[in-house]
């Protein structure tokens, strides 16, 4: 996995690091603030990558209209 000089892990927009289904959100992830608040909002939107991840590899459920997964 990419780092930066100071050890924090390198991702993209997307929160992915350098390894393939691997994401990296909060204090660990370079650039990051440092912040609890930030730190849990980039939570929400790497679990939120996460499920798009495994859907485009069918993994998981499509999500239904409402937001909850398909039987």
């Known amino acids: 996995m990419d780092l930066d000089p100071h050890?924090?892990?390198?991702?993209?927009?997307?929160y992915e690091t350098s390894l393939p289904g691997l994401f990296a959100a909060g204090d660990v992830r370079a650039?990051?603030?440092?912040?609890?608040?930030?730190?849990?909002?980039?939570?929400?939107?790497?679990?939120?990558?996460?499920g798009r991840y495994l859907q485009e590899r069918g993994q998981v459920a499509e999500p239904?209209?409402?937001?909850?997964?398909?039987?």
Not at 7 to 14: A, E, I, K, P, S
Not at 31 to 50: D, N, P, W, Y
């Open 7 to 14: 050890g924090f892990v390198r991702t993209n927009d997307h």
């Open 31 to 50: 650039g990051s603030t440092k912040q609890i608040g930030s730190a849990a909002g980039e939570g929400i939107v790497a679990f939120l990558a996460v």
């Open 64 to 71: 239904a209209q409402n937001g909850a997964p398909q039987a």
